[in-house]
């Protein structure tokens, strides 16, 4: 039996309603006999018999429920699908302030500590470390390799030949060797016959140099070859390339690569012109810090 169409159903019922009413016209039923109280069946009933002489009307089966109609999708209508629901976006919280940087070290504590060091092999040789001449107070600094014989036996920075010439460049830009400048070293002890330290050496003594000028604070400094140049900037061209160039110390101080003293008094066909080059760094130092010939550098004592 369809239930797709309740008026089929409903005709489907009639219809075996009528051929049941037929059937019992046809045997003589008139009615539907009805047995006298207390009387006895004539017969005992026989379900088999019955069941297979009046045929059983298929039950009706009830309509099933219509579904609604879906709505049409509208995908514009519905909200995006979150796993998690949004949360008011909130500014990130501040970081907290960075700690004020310590205030460097005096330079009397340094050098005793230079003084004691034992970093490298290079305290296995030395006689005296070399730490520094001059005036802390001044606007300009020389920095130069390592020390050589004579600074080892001093203990002071360039009082060699090659320190003699640049006292003589230092007093041709008009100033004092000992009141205007701050002199010293990438390295405080001499290397073994003077020759060119180690990476591992550098590398060990130059936070010392950084904790010099973070002390002193010079307005400008004048580096002096290969060695300086690549230890306090970090770079591995030599010092033709990068001469008469100015470059920035800590992104603050400006820096004038030149060449070294020693290299100045070595007989070359390039002698002649390497003095001039290196005169012309020096009045580019002496721009920079507004000096005129006889005028002095020195600041003001930080006390």
Not at 107 to 118: F, G, H, K, M
Request: aromatic share 4%; hydrophobic share 35%.
């Amino acid at each position: 039996m369809s239930t797709d169409d309740p008026r089929a159903m409903l005709a489907e019922v009639a219809a075996s309603l009528r051929a049941y009413l037929e059937y019992q016209v046809e045997t003589g039923a008139t009615g539907i006999p009805r047995r006298p109280k207390g009387a006895k069946p004539e017969r005992a009933p026989d379900p088999e018999h019955d069941r297979r002489a009046i045929p059983e009307p298929e039950p009706a089966r009830q309509p099933e429920r219509a579904r609604p109609a879906e709505p049409a999708f509208v995908p514009a209508a519905l909200p995006p699908f979150d796993a998690e629901p949004k949360r008011a976006a909130t500014a990130p919280a501040p970081a907290p302030p960075k700690p004020p940087a310590a205030p460097p070290r005096a330079l009397p504590v340094i050098q005793a500590e230079v003084a004691a060091c034992t970093k490298c092999v290079l305290h296995e040789t030395r006689t005296n470390t070399v730490f520094s001449r001059g005036n802390p107070a001044a606007a300009l600094c020389f920095i130069g390799e390592a020390p050589g014989a004579d600074e080892d036996e001093q203990g002071k920075p360039f009082v060699g030949r090659a320190g003699q010439l640049l006292d003589k460049m230092i007093v041709a830009m008009g100033l004092d060797p000992e009141k205007d400048v701050y002199v010293c070293n990438i390295i405080k002890c001499r290397p073994p016959g003077n020759r060119k330290p180690e990476p591992n050496e550098t590398e060990a003594c130059i936070p010392y140099l950084h904790e010099q000028l973070a002390s002193i604070q010079p307005k400008a400094i004048v580096l002096l070859g290969n060695t300086a140049v690549g230890g306090l900037l970090g770079t591995k061209l030599g010092i033709t390339k990068v001469r008469g160039q100015w470059k920035l110390y800590r992104g603050s101080i400006p820096v004038m690569p030149t060449y070294h003293p020693s290299y100045l008094l070595r007989p070359s066909a390039q002698q002649a012109e390497a003095k001039k080059q290196a005169w012309e760094d020096l009045q580019a130092v002496m721009k920079q810090l507004g000096l005129n010939r006889g005028a002095r550098s020195a600041r003001p004592s930080k006390d």
